[in-house]
Every structure is written in structure tokens, then in C-alpha cells.
């Protein structure tokens, strides 16, 4: 094992330079490498990085040439998600010539587009003994945590487990193309966020003495919809937008997805997982919202609810910005303030956990496999949809399955059409 982790790159977008901003707060690591086709990219948050004296990564633009560089222990995979396949097929190919000494790899969420690329990429690490970890960065936030430590610890203890747990990310939609791209990115809101709050609610309803896996799913309800970007004028605000590569007339995808997932508890009781993410939220803002219920307790997260909120009156002219909160659409009024994003959303404590197990040798909590699942739960929800009726969750019938969104074939409905 190292004393000091050398992490590089996969990716040099939004993602990436969440984790760059939170890498002030982790130790024994630093970022040696970033690798980007788009060498401006990459050389943009190499200076950041620099700047925030987290590392001086060299940048690469042949992903063969990082991996096999003796100043890259471990790379975190931050590309977007269409191309998650082929960089992994790299990795393990350099490990298993010899020329890679990576010890572990960390894969952004979503792991895979559907259930058959989850369970070839789990394969694949598996086979060459890397170390995984899935980068959920929600099941970090401090308030998480120390919610569910807290209800564990006491509303639990003297009462019953939970068994009610909700989870919200909505935001006003995406910044890059690929995303509204659902043949490239495999879906809509559901794949992009949904993820997020079934993980969350999973972990918030699970026991911290016990595997997460004693939580058995048993089924799975879903709705999609395309409530705002499928309708005009904002099919042309989206064509516009992305000079043409996103046609909502043509081919949408949704940007609402409501699922319920019932799980089996280790003690045989059933409890609930209510979820729910959106592209067409109208805010100030991105909002986390976290809820759990118990017999005698509760907890509340909001991040739309801060400590700090700054105000502006209509005779301050503030250019487009998001310097007060991620996906802000506005700059007069009351504005809610997050001051260090990277620390509130969680990248910062994620990393420094990830780097804690690869320099001891230790498999994370996070791991493939529960990137594996929440695809999975994901794939059984779009099924569910597109069916119009509560499912079974049966990993077996998922695989081969490719929501029809991810072919180019939803066509929306409003909810008042939905079967």
C-alpha cells in the first residue's frame, strides 16, 4: 500500500471539478492527472487544482498513457456515462499487461445505462482484483449522515426502525448536451438523478449495525414524465440552447420521475422508499430534500433552507452566475446561499473516505456492486412505467431490457393520460 494516494482523473467537467473544490479537505492524496480528448478542459481544472494546491496533475489527452504513468495510484471515473464501457475496458486491459499499478477505481454515479453494462463493468474490476467505489456523494452530506446516525441511534433504539424514507434532487435541467441526449446518456431525470435518491433513501432506511444488503427489494412503482421540456416554447429553448443536437419535437425524454420502492427489512417488516427527481423545477436553485419517518420521530433535510440567504433588489444588475448555490437561475431577490458546495452535497467527506480505504487496502462501504443495484432499481422503474403498474423487482427479467426513451421511442403523455 502508499502513504499518499495519487489519484488521476477520468473526465474534466462538472463533476470533476466538484471533487477538485473538496480535495482541500482530504488528506493523504493528491490529484497527479487529468485526462480529457478536450485538452482545454482538462488544462482548466489542472490550474484550479493547482491553485487550490491540492496537486499539479499532468494533463493527458491518451487515457493509455495515464493509466500506465507511475505518478496515477488510483483514478476516479468521471467521464460521462455513455463512454463508462470503454474506459474500463482500458483499465483492465493495462492491469492485466502489466503496465498499471492502479490500486482501486471510483465510477461516478450512474454506474452503467442499464443493467447489462452494470454487471459487465462490475465484472470486469472484479476480475482483476481492483479495488471499487461507487461515488454517491448524497450518502456523504454531513446532514445525512448525522441524521441517520442520530434516528438510528435514539428513535430507533427506543422505538421501532423507520419505515418511511423520501428523497428529492430538482433542478431546472442539466448543463451539458449529452444529458437531454437520452440515446447517448440512456435516459432522461431518472437515470441522471434518480439514482441519487434511491441510494440516499436506501441508506437513510438502512441499519448502521447491518449490511445495507438486508434490505431487500420486493417492488417497484414508477411514473415518467415530460412536463415542461417537450412542450413549446422550451423544445426551442433546448434546440436553441444546444445549436440543434437536442430536439424535444423529436425525440424527449422525461424531466419527472416519481418512484416508490418497497423493501423487505431485515426484522420482515415491509417499509418505503418514496423518491422523486425533475429537470422542470422552478426555485431559486438545485433542492436536496431528505425526509424519514418513524413511530415516534422524524428528520428533515432542505438545502434550499441554509444559513445563509443574500437579497438583491431589481437595482442590482448581477450577471448570469452560480456563485451562490449550483443551478441558480436567479440574481435579484432573496437567493439561498451554500457557501462550500463540495462540503454541503458531501464530495468532500465521499473523497476522503475513498482515499482512506485504497491506502489501507479496504473495500469501500460504496462499492460497484450497490452501483449495480440502484441500476437495477432504476431499469425495474422505467419497466414499471412503461407498463403502467406496480412490478416484481427481479434482477433476472431486467437484463437485455433498454427503456424505450433510451431508444427513441417514449412518447410522452401528461399524468392525466398516464395508464
Not at 434518480?194 to 436506501?202: D, G, K, Q, T
Not at 423493501?263 to 438545485?286: C, H, M, N, Q
Amino acid at each position: 500500500m502508499v502513504d499518499k494516494l495519487r489519484v488521476g482523473f477520468i473526465g474534466s467537467g462538472f463533476a470533476t471539478r466538484f471533487h477538485i473544490l473538496g480535495w482541500v479537505g482530504v488528506r493523504n492524496a493528491e490529484i497527479t492527472a487529468i485526462y480529457n480528448i478536450r485538452e482545454r478542459s482538462a488544462r482548466e481544472l489542472a490550474s484550479l487544482a493547482e491553485n487550490l494546491g491540492v496537486g499539479k496533475p499532468k494533463v493527458y489527452t491518451d487515457i493509455f498513457e495515464m493509466l500506465s504513468s507511475k505518478s496515477v495510484d488510483a483514478v476516479w471515473i468521471a467521464n460521462p456515462n455513455f463512454a463508462r464501457l470503454d474506459v474500463v475496458k482500458s483499465i483492465v486491459e493495462e492491469v492485466k499487461q502489466g503496465r498499471s499499478d492502479l490500486i482501486g477505481v471510483c465510477c461516478e454515479k450512474p454506474l452503467a445505462r442499464n443493467v447489462d453494462e452494470a454487471e459487465a463493468l462490475v465484472k470486469m474490476i472484479e476480475e482483476v482484483g481492483l479495488l471499487h467505489g461507487y461515488l454517491e456523494n448524497q450518502v456523504f452530506m454531513p446532514s445525512v449522515v448525522k441524521g441517520r446516525d442520530i434516528l438510528w441511534r435514539y428513535g430507533a433504539r427506543y422505538t421501532k426502525r423507520p419505515y418511511l424514507a423520501r428523497a428529492a434532487e430538482e433542478h431546472g435541467g442539466p448543463h451539458s448536451s449529452w444529458f437531454w441526449n437520452a440515446r447517448l446518456s440512456g435516459g432522461g431525470v431518472m437515470l441522471d438523478m434518480m439514482c441519487h435518491s434511491l441510494e440516499a433513501a436506501r441508506f437513510l432506511l438502512s441499519n448502521p449495525e447491518d449490511s445495507k444488503s438486508s434490505l431487500k427489494p420486493k417492488t417497484v412503482y414508477a411514473e415518467i414524465a415530460s412536463l415542461k421540456w417537450a412542450q413549446e416554447p422550451y423544445v426551442s429553448t433546448l434546440r436553441d440552447r444546444f445549436r440543434g443536437e437536442v430536439d424535444y419535437s423529436k425525440e424527449p425524454a422525461e424531466d419527472y420521475a416519481l418512484a416508490i420502492v418497497t423493501y423487505e427489512a431485515e426484522d420482515g417488516s415491509l417499509i418505503v422508499s418514496e423518491t422523486r427527481t425533475s429537470w422542470s423545477f422552478t426555485g431559486p436553485a438545485l433542492r436536496l430534500s431528505f425526509e424519514v419517518l418513524g413511530p415516534e420521530y422524524s428528520m428533515t433535510i432542505n438545502t434550499l433552507q441554509p444559513e445563509l440567504f443574500m437579497f438583491f433588489s431589481r437595482n442590482v444588475k448581477i450577471p448570469p452566475t452560480e456563485e451562490f448555490v449550483e443551478k441558480q437561475v436567479a440574481e435579484q431577490g432573496l437567493i439561498p446561499t451554500i457557501p462550500n458546495e463540495a462540503f454541503t452535497y458531501g464530495y468532500m467527506d465521499e473523497d476522503r473516505y475513498m482515499v482512506d480505504c485504497f491506502i489501507n487496502g479496504r473495500r469501500p462501504r460504496e462499492d460497484w456492486t450497490d452501483g449495480l443495484l440502484i441500476v437495477q432499481l432504476m431499469m425495474a422503474c422505467y419497466m414499471s412505467a412503461e407498463q403502467g403498474k406496480k412490478v416484481k423487482f427481479n434482477p433476472e427479467v431486467l437484463r437485455g431490457f433498454i427503456p424505450a426513451v433510451a431508444k427513441g421511442l417514449w412518447k410522452p403523455k401528461t399524468l392525466a393520460e398516464a395508464p
